[in-house]
């Protein structure tokens, strides 16, 4: 059976909350579909379906209730942001002339409140002159209130529209009734219904505007992606668009220029800023059969670069990719929004039919009910709700992005906040993960030979290590290579066994280490202490050493005053608390000696204990663990398939960008909350002003309008958050 697809859609035309969870629901309930995700804030939905529908289908379904939809990708992009630039422009143009036609009108209320008795105020206040102002705005401008409405109440998911068409119909009718059918009433509210449809578009427009800047990520990441490549073809340099460059081809990258794509050094040295894309100041040296990266800058020298990655592979545009799924995943917390936003409307429709029934039944003056449950109509907004987890969402992983740090979308960044244990690995987590041979003991040289001809089979960080030492060494031919995981190598050279192990598995085989009696010291010092044995006795002592990161310590510090925090390592309990106590960890904080594959049971032993645990780890070896871990976090620069599994990558690798992952996770949920907190007390308190009679149409209106411009600025003051 084939696989399912994904695909991510544009979708154009929702207007608030109950727009994006009619459009899920829509596809959700697809023959086909297995999963739907509707982004209000982003505009994007995110489909898995089966191959036996198409997207052309999926776009059909979305049109079939009134809004638009546009495959996004590489085809379509240009044709999504026309259409995006084309909208904005229409809203403005609307907003232009809908404010053109309504001041005149607002002008001439403010100065009859103000005692005027000029004949212009008088015109301006004719009946007739007040319909022929108004109307254009009604009807042509508001024809999208009035569209969204019909779509709302065809599929029976009353929205936003549905409040706003009722609410200025009301006013405008009320209007032509007293201004050339009542005799006994004069009193008008044309400029109630323009006002309101004014101020509302304005508040759109401000939305719409905030929406671009919650985005800004995504287009500075998209600004490093260079638009053309010097390549090297027959001894010839020739410029190409970068889609034509191919894996293999030789580019020249000069000083000042960003790298086109991901390659390798084959001439020249030079130093890169790679700022960019893991949020490192520092610029960083690179000379032959150095990686580099497409985006980052050039500073110095003149190289030459075999491409190894183009296109969609290419470092840079894996992380746009995984900047904008996790821009479009939902949080947890946006349930509570998405489930208050199902019943918003009716709850609203209801008030705003009582308000009418029980102000007309007390008071006996029904014109006066009907403004009091338009004001009730134009006062709710479900627009805010909507927009308060999103938007916070797409600027969190955004500014995170800016600094090397990856989220893997909205539950990610929630669940971090949560966390209360932290679990280090300790190899390429604490230390560098570059370690150098430092001691080497045996009575036979040859033995030098045979350690590093079967650590030349092994992929171990410590294996290359011994290598890398022994490089003079002629390699010996090796079989039955066997890897003994958490214990060592074994193998035969010349039809003799040989083992490479730890003390424990040493031990294990039966051997005592009574002609090597600085193993202790050398321990205790933080070294890593391998042997080489025969089926006889134990040949020689190789040590390692790890050198400690920079940053360690004081990340692991600032980590303290947050979380419990534990190291996890394979080696011995001396060399443990060693390096432990060099970064300030005590030996109840370390567990030592742990097999890759008992570092998950570690994590889930923690977890039956019911602390929420984040592993950190290199993304490999500790792969079972970084999976069955709340949060897993990968140490590295995002070449490996770390990025696709982790819920966080740190691009730098840095232990400190751990303790700002999560502070930010903190700070962008704190502005959920706020945002959240806002929407449910601005209706709180609004509609039962409205319905009481204290707020005048026009001025629920505005503030219905700004509700949602307030929700995304407190989102976009994340951006001015240091982390």
């Keep these: 059976m084939a696989e399912a697809a994904v695909e991510t859609f544009v979708i154009t035309g929702m207007t608030c909350a109950n727009c994006s969870a009619r459009v899920e629901k829509e596809l959700k309930t697809t023959p086909g579909v297995k999963s739907a995700n509707v982004n209000l804030a982003t505009e994007k939905a995110t489909v898995e379906y089966e191959p036996t529908i198409t997207p052309e289908f999926l776009i059909q379904r979305v049109e079939s209730i009134g809004y638009g939809a546009i495959l996004f990708d590489e085809e379509h992009k240009q044709k999504i942001a026309a259409e995006k630039a084309g909208y904005l422009q229409k809203m403005k143009r609307d907003l232009i002339i809908s404010a053109i036609l309504t001041t005149p009108l607002v002008v001439a209320m403010v100065a009859m409140i103000l005692g005027s008795n000029a004949g212009w105020v008088h015109v301006l206040h004719l009946p007739l002159v007040q319909l022929l102002l108004v109307t254009p705005v009604q009807f042509g401008i508001g024809q999208r209130f009035y569209r969204g409405a019909y779509h709302a109440l065809k599929t029976k998911a009353p929205n936003m ?59 500075q990441l998209m600004a490093l992606q260079v638009k053309t490549a010097a390549i090297l073809r027959d001894g010839q340099e020739f410029q190409i668009p970068i889609e034509q460059v191919q894996t293999g081809d030789r580019l ?37 059969t150095d990686p580099v990266y497409g985006g980052t800058l050039n500073t110095t020298g003149s190289i030459e670069v075999t491409a190894t990655q183009v ?28 489930r208050i936003s199902k ?37 709710a907004c479900p627009c805010a ?45 604490i230390t560098k993960g ?62 003799q066994t040989y083992f490479v192990g730890s003390r424990r598995g040493i031990l294990k085989r039966g051997f005592t280490l009574e002609n090597f009696p600085q193993v202790d010291s050398l321990e205790q010092s933080g070294k890593t202490v391998m042997f080489l044995a025969d089926e006889q006795e ?29 190291m996890l390592t394979g080696d011995n309990p001396q060399t443990a608390a060693f390096i432990g106590a060099q970064v300030g960890l005590s030996p109840a904080e370390i567990v030592a000696e742990v097999l890759p594959e008992d570092k998950a049971q570690v994590v889930k032993a923690l977890q039956a204990k019911g602390e929420i645990v984040g592993m950190v780890g290199d993304g490999i070896n500790d792969a079972p663990a970084l999976a069955l871990a709340d949060i897993g976090i990968a140490m590295g620069s995002g070449t490996d398939i770390a990025m696709e599994t982790a819920d966080i990558t740190l691009m730098n690798s840095d232990l400190l960008s751990v303790e700002k992952s999560i502070a930010l996770s903190h700070k962008t949920l704190r502005k959920i909350k706020q945002n959240l907190f806002w929407a449910f007390l601005y209706n709180v308190i609004g509609i039962p002003f409205a319905a009481l009679g204290f707020l005048n149409p026009m001025i629920a209106g505005g503030a219905m309008a700004f509700s949602s411009v307030s929700v995304l600025l407190n989102s976009l003051s994340l951006n001015r958050s240091k982390i």
Aim: proline share 4%; hydrophobic share 45%; charged share 20%.
């Design 161 to 219: 529209d549905v409040l706003v068409a009722m609410g200025t119909s009301a006013a405008y009718l009320l209007s032509i009734y007293n201004g050339f059918f009542n005799p006994h009433n004069s009193d008008l509210y044309f400029e109630s219904s323009a006002m309101i449809i004014t101020l509302i578009l304005l508040g759109k427009y401000l939305e719409q505007k905030a929406k671009t800047k919650t985005s800004d990520a995504i287009k």
């Design 252 to 288: 020249i990258v000069r000083p000042g220029e960003q790298i086109p794509v991901d390659g390798e050094i084959v001439r020249g040295q030079t130093t890169l800023d790679e700022s960019m894309l893991t949020g490192e100041s520092l610029p960083i040296d690179k000379k032959v």
């Design 311 to 338: 296109g969609s592979q290419t470092v840079l545009a894996r992380i746009i990719k995984l900047v904008e799924e996790a821009q479009g995943e939902k949080a947890p917390i946006q349930q509570i929004a998405d």
């Design 343 to 379: 019943v918003f409307v009716p709850v609203v429709l209801g008030i705003a039919g009582l308000t009418l029934l029980i102000t007309g039944f007390v008071t006996g003056d029904w014109q006066q009910a009907i403004v009091h449950s338009v004001a009730v109509l134009v006062i």
């Design 385 to 429: 709700l909507g927009l308060a987890t999103p938007t916070a969402i797409m600027v969190g992983t955004g500014l995170g992005a800016k600094s090397g740090i990856l989220i893997k979308g909205g539950g990610a960044l929630e669940k971090t906040a949560h966390l209360t244990t932290i679990v280090l690995d300790k190899t390429g987590t």
């Design 434 to 495: 570059q370690p150098q041979v430092t001691d080497f003991e045996s009575q036979d040289p040859k033995n030098l030979a045979r350690l590093v001809s079967l650590e030349n089979q092994s992929e171990h960080p410590l294996a290359k290590a011994i290598v890398a030492y022994g490089e003079a060494e002629t390699l010996l031919p090796v079989t039955d290579f066997e890897s003994l995981t958490g214990f060592g190598i074994t193998g035969k050279l010349d039809n």
């Design 538 to 566: 134990v040949l020689a002592l190789v040590a390692v050493s790890d050198q400690i990161k920079d940053s360690s310590a004081e990340a692991i510090k600032r980590l303290k005053t947050k979380l419990n925090v534990k």
